[in-house]
């Protein structure tokens, strides 16, 4: 009792002081931009530190720093290697960690809400489970998503791969050189044709192997053979000079081949849930005849 009291205590001052703050905000906006109300400077520096969070935020942050802080995440690589496999679903490692706090957040109420429901109705045994469930789900989702979302640009990567070798083989063999056929390739747009932008741009900066090691690091799928071979391509001819033409040729047939069987696989996929949806309509049809007639028995 002594624990829950405490607890009520805790969240109803919470609560009245995000509503006090939330006041003060609101009658403070009066007769300014509000551009910076968001961001605690640093004085010295004059440098944005970290926009300022609410009190719940801030709570989840000291209780599970390795999870939502990003200046002490332990998975902070791995974050950002999926940020740019996604193609930079979120624009920073901070806007991510702070979109998995209010995710969780939405994940711990949902989950709290149903575990009263549950002790509510007197099936107490199943409220820690399904707030634990929810928790689990808060804490994945945020990842979950940047893989989704790496999965789908793998998955348009390689239908503009397509367009972007037959334009990069036309130009090739109108006798545009590699570099500026690279570049107009990248004109082209997409996923593929942009990493080729990202290339041709850091080529321009940097020598080639730190430019293919940057593309490299902003593939969604590490892989794709396609790709690789592709890429691979490109080193030799940048290094050693090797022809490009045939392999190019050769790369766009690979891919259209691999383009076809998987369109084909998606409707043949779609053909038998088709069929299964008869298959169970019929079924449904049958038991709703002879249910009257079972029930009579």
Known sequence: MTFWIFLGALSASIFAYELGAGIQAAFSSFGRTGRLDDFVTDDSTGRDLMPRRSSLEAILITLLPERFDAR???????????????????????DFYSASIRIFIRYLIIGGAFAAAMSVLDMGFAAAPMAGVFIFLGLRKPYTQLKVAAKKRAEAMRNNMLIGLSVLQSLLDSGVGVQDALRRTANVGGPFCNLLGLLVARMGIDDFDKALSTVRAHVPDPDDVELNLFLTD??????????????????????????????????????????????????????????????AF
């Open 72 to 94: 002490k995440a332990g998975n902070r690589a791995n974050v950002i290697d999926l940020l740019r496999r996604s193609g930079y679903l979120y624009d920073t490692p901070g």
């Open 234 to 295: 490109l080193e030799g001819y940048f290094k050693l000079s090797r022809p490009i033409s045939e392999s190019v040729r050769a790369l766009r047939d690979a891919v259209h081949r691999q383009v076809v069987e998987d369109t084909e696989a998606r409707a043949a996929l779609v053909r038998q849930r088709s069929g299964l949806f008869g298959v169970l309509a019929v079924l449904g049809l049958v038991l709703s005849i002879i249910a009257p007639f079972m029930a």
